[in-house]
């Protein structure tokens, strides 16, 4: 067990809608990422927060959000969505930007 | 953007044999990272790397960061029933923040 809760663990919802996926870091984490795992793409970061603040952007579509609440909890949000986001969603953290990160055991979102 | 190639991108061993597998990049990484996923999991930290040249053991597992730091390998010794899974590299560069890059892992599977 990493620490690293996420909920739900599947989701199933259909294209134009909306869904939030939540995450909860390790005790003590301050740094929250957000990944996203599909059979074509791997694992690929999509964004960082650190301790409330955005910290780093990576492949992170426009039609994705996400934010750090003050209890450290993460919130990613996915609009608009299309079949091609379904995959797996990780959550990761760490105490700090150098540390390693340690993931939750992901969402799986699939889209009909 | 970086990239990282691993490799081999499946083995399928004897039970008790070495198993050796590798990633490398197009350019230098600060810290290398390798993580084992098991189906319906994410993926769990192994081994962290800090500095060219570095050598670390986690039980029957070693890997070593390059010194070059484009590249990084992982050794099971005497593999058993449980290692089968995917085990994934992942850099990070200081210089794009905390972003980890993953390879695209390696499946491996063990015959008792």
């Known amino acids: 067990d990493s620490g690293v809760t996420q909920t739900p663990k599947h989701l199933i919802t259909a294209t134009g809608q909306r869904v939030t996926l939540r995450c909860s870091p390790r005790s003590g984490d301050l740094s929250v990422y957000w990944y996203q795992q599909s059979l074509d793409q791997g694992l690929q970061f999509l964004i960082q927060?650190?301790?409330?603040?955005?910290?780093a952007k990576g492949n992170i579509l426009e039609r994705f959000s996400a934010q750090q609440f003050p209890d450290l909890h993460s919130e990613l949000n996915l609009s608009s969505l299309e079949l091609g986001d379904s995959a797996l969603y990780f959550c990761?953290?760490?105490?700090?930007?150098?540390?390693?990160?340690?993931f939750g055991d992901g969402t799986r979102l699939s889209i009909l | 953007g970086q990239q990282l190639n691993q490799s081999p991108q499946s083995m399928f061993i004897q039970e008790g044999e070495d198993v050796s597998m590798n990633c490398t990049s197009s350019s230098i990484f600060n810290t290398w990272l390798w993580y084992k996923q098991d189906p319906g999991e994410g993926p769990v930290l192994l081994i962290a790397l800090y500095k060219a040249g570095e050598l670390t053991s986690n039980g029957r597992l070693t890997a070593q960061f390059g010194i070059t730091r484009k590249d990084s390998f992982l050794n099971i010794s005497a593999s058993i029933p449980s290692d089968v899974g995917i085990y994934f590299c992942a850099g990070r560069d200081n210089n794009a923040g905390n972003m980890l890059t993953f390879g695209g892992g390696t499946r491996l599977m063990v015959k008792p």
């Open positions: 990761a953290s760490s105490v700090g930007g150098h540390q390693p990160q340690h």
């Open positions: 927060y650190y301790n409330g603040e955005e910290r």
